[in-house]
C-alpha cells in the first residue's frame, strides 16, 4: 500500500516495473503521470471539486485593473482573472489553448497570462477590445468581431472555454447597482449595438442566439475538452426567468450535444443586502452565479 496525498493505492504481488516508476513519480513531484487533463497534484484536484466556493472581488485585481486604465470601470459586469485562474489550472495544463467568445476587456485572458496558457478571446466591442489589448501579453490572441460568426475566424482547436455571456438585456434593467453606477457616470449596458447579444429584448431568442454561439464553441473544442459558463438565473419585473437551468438543458439537447457534468456554484458574501419586498413579501438578494460545467463528448 502505497499513501499519494490524500489517497490510498493498493496493489498486489504482481506490480510491473511501469507501477513502481509511476509511484515513485508520484510521491517525488506529487503529479500523476497518467494525468493527461492538468498539472494538478492529488491534493490540490481535491480542493477544486467542492460544488460551491467564496469568492469576492480582489483588491489586486482591481487594481491591476485601473493601473491598466481607468476605462476598465466602463464594463458593467466584469469577472476575476484570479477566479477564472482556478478554472483554468484544473481544466488545461501549461500551454494550452483556452477561449472565450465574450471576452470583454480580457479578464480571461489575464489569467492565461499568469497560468501560462495562450488565450483566444472573441468581443463585439471595439471599447472592450482595445482595453483587453492594454491589459495582455503579445502571444494572447484577440479579436474584435460577432461570437454568431465564429465558425468564419479561421480559429485553431481549443482545449478549453470558459467564459460569461450576456444574463439576456438585465443592464436594461435599471435596478438598485445600475442607479449607483449612472450616479458615477459609468456605463450601465455593454454597448449600443444592435447585434450585441445583450441588447437583444425576445427572451426566446436570445436563448436560440446564445446557443447558436456555444454551437460553434463545441466544434471548435478537440474531443473531451470542458466548457465552463458562469451565468445566473434572472428576475425580470418580479418574474423568475430560469436561464442558467434553461440554457443548461438547451446546451444538452444541441445537434452538437455537450454533456452537462455538474455545477459549481459561485457565492458573493461581501454584497449588500438590501431589504426587497419588506414588509409585504419574500424577494431574495441574489449573491451567487452557476458555473456550468460542460464535456465535448
Given amino acids: 500500500m502505497i499513501k499519494v496525498g490524500e489517497f490510498k493505492i493498493f496493489h498486489g504481488l504482481n506490480e510491473t516495473r511501469e507501477h513502481h516508476a509511476q509511484t515513485k513519480l508520484i510521491e517525488e513531484q506529487g503529479v500523476d503521470p497518467r494525468n493527461k487533463l492538468n498539472d494538478l497534484t492529488s491534493k490540490e484536484w ?19 485593473e485601473r493601473r491598466t486604465t481607468e476605462e476598465c470601470k466602463q464594463h458593467p459586469a466584469t469577472f476575476s482573472p484570479t477566479m477564472v485562474s482556478d478554472f483554468i489550472l484544473f481544466f488545461t495544463k501549461r500551454g494550452m489553448k483556452v477561449f472565450d467568445p465574450f471576452v470583454g476587456i480580457g479578464s480571461t485572458l489575464v489569467a492565461c497570462d499568469r497560468t501560462g496558457r495562450l488565450g483566444y478571446g472573441v468581443d463585439i466591442n471595439p471599447k472592450f477590445i482595445e482595453i483587453a489589448m492594454k491589459r495582455t501579453a503579445k502571444n494572447q490572441t484577440i479579436i474584435l468581431g460577432d461570437a454568431l460568426e465564429l465558425d468564419k475566424m479561421n480559429l485553431p482547436q481549443m482545449d478549453f472555454c470558459i467564459t460569461s455571456p450576456p444574463y439576456w438585456c438585465m443592464l436594461h434593467k435599471i435596478d438598485v447597482n445600475q442607479k449607483v453606477r449612472i450616479k458615477k457616470g459609468l456605463a450601465t449596458k455593454y454597448s449600443d449595438l444592435s447585434n450585441d447579444l445583450g441588447n437583444i429584448s425576445d427572451y426566446n431568442l436570445f436563448l436560440e442566439r446564445i446557443c447558436t454561439v456555444f454551437d460553434h464553441v463545441y466544434d ?28 443548461a438543458v438547451k446546451l444538452s439537447n444541441q445537434p452538437h450535444k455537450f454533456k452537462l457534468k455538474k455545477e459549481k456554484i459561485w457565492c458573493q458574501s461581501h454584497k449588500h443586502l438590501h431589504p426587497f419586498g419588506y ?11 452557476y458555473c456550468l460545467i460542460f464535456r465535448k463528448e
Avoid at 481535491?46 to 491591476?64: G, M, N, T, Y
Avoid at 414588509?279 to 452565479?289: E, I, K, M
Wanted: glycine share 2%; aromatic share 16%; proline share 3%.
Fill in 279 to 289: 414588509p409585504y413579501a419574500w424577494v431574495s438578494n441574489t449573491h451567487h452565479h
Fill in 46 to 64: 481535491v480542493k477544486f471539486l467542492r460544488s460551491w466556493f467564496i469568492f469576492d472581488a480582489l483588491k489586486s485585481d482591481l487594481e491591476e
Fill in 220 to 247: 471548435l473544442l478537440r474531443s473531451k475538452a470542458y466548457l465552463a459558463i458562469i451565468t445566473q438565473n434572472i428576475i425580470d419585473e418580479g418574474t423568475m426567468m430560469p436561464f442558467a437551468w434553461e440554457l
